[in-house]
């Protein structure tokens, strides 16, 4: 059973701090991603990763950094956290891309934060 | 640009009753069309992909290249089947390393 996980399922940061929000992943994909989700906007690309050290921006990556040192772990950082990055944030992992292959997208459980 | 389209962000139907819920996109290859789905409380999963030509939990999806459209079809909803639904889009081959592309989710809610 594939298996993402998330540091945190609640996390409230205030304006201005530096925030980590971590994510692993224990089926050895080569692609991981990070998403916010927000009413009405769906889900939007922050950054993606498909390799170690190997990162590539989303739609929407201003105000965010990316870090993936290992294999299984990739982290996103908000280097001084504004209200407007209050959402809920998902992880998700897959294989590289390939012909005939399942390429289905596996998903944390989420992390909501709060900037206050 | 790829682009998808779910043009309701609420349907709500009795259970019993059939539902569709819409999904167009544009993009100029031959994409991979996906429904995702995220019940309460659940994490966001697969549901079903146009390639597989499936069918989950009596959920069937049709790709229509003329009209671009990937709907989400049930004959008989059931209450069970209240969750927030996702159509998306993946990029065929190139440097899309497995993108998806969302849209901006319906809210199916099935009443008793």
């Known amino acids: 059973d594939v298996k993402v996980t998330q540091s945190s399922r609640y996390l409230v940061k205030r304006t201005g701090e530096k925030v980590f929000l971590e994510c692993v992943q224990d089926?050895?994909?080569?692609?991981m991603f990070w998403y916010r989700q927000d009413p009405g906007l769906g889900l939007r690309l922050i950054y993606f990763?498909?390799?170690?050290?190997?990162?590539e921006k989303g739609d929407i990556p201003e105000g965010y950094s990316v870090s993936r040192e290992k294999k299984e772990r990739f982290s996103l950082i908000l280097e001084s956290a504004s209200t407007n990055q209050t959402s809920m944030y998902l992880c998700?992992?897959?294989?590289?891309?390939?012909?005939?292959?399942?390429?289905?997208?596996?998903f944390g459980p989420g992390t909501r934060l709060t900037v206050t | 640009a790829q682009r998808v389209t779910q043009p309701e962000k609420l349907l709500s139907v009795f259970k019993g009753a059939p539902v569709e819920l819409k999904c167009n996109y544009s993009?100029?290859?031959?994409?991979?069309l996906f429904w995702y789905v995220q019940y309460s409380r659940q994490r966001l999963q697969l549901l079903l992909r146009h390639i597989s030509r499936e069918s989950i939990k009596g959920f069937t999806a049709d790709l229509n290249k003329g009209e671009t459209s990937f709907h989400l079809k049930k004959p008989f909803a059931q209450e069970e089947d209240s969750a927030m639904y996702y159509c998306a889009l993946m990029s065929a081959g190139g440097t899309s390393y497995g993108k998806l592309t969302f849209g901006q989710g319906t809210i199916l809610t099935v009443h008793p």
């Open positions: 990763s498909y390799d170690v050290k190997m990162k």
């Open positions: 993009y100029s290859g031959s994409p991979e």
């Open positions: 998700a992992s897959s294989f590289r891309q390939r012909e005939g292959r399942k390429n289905e997208q596996y």
């Open positions: 089926m050895d994909h080569e692609n």
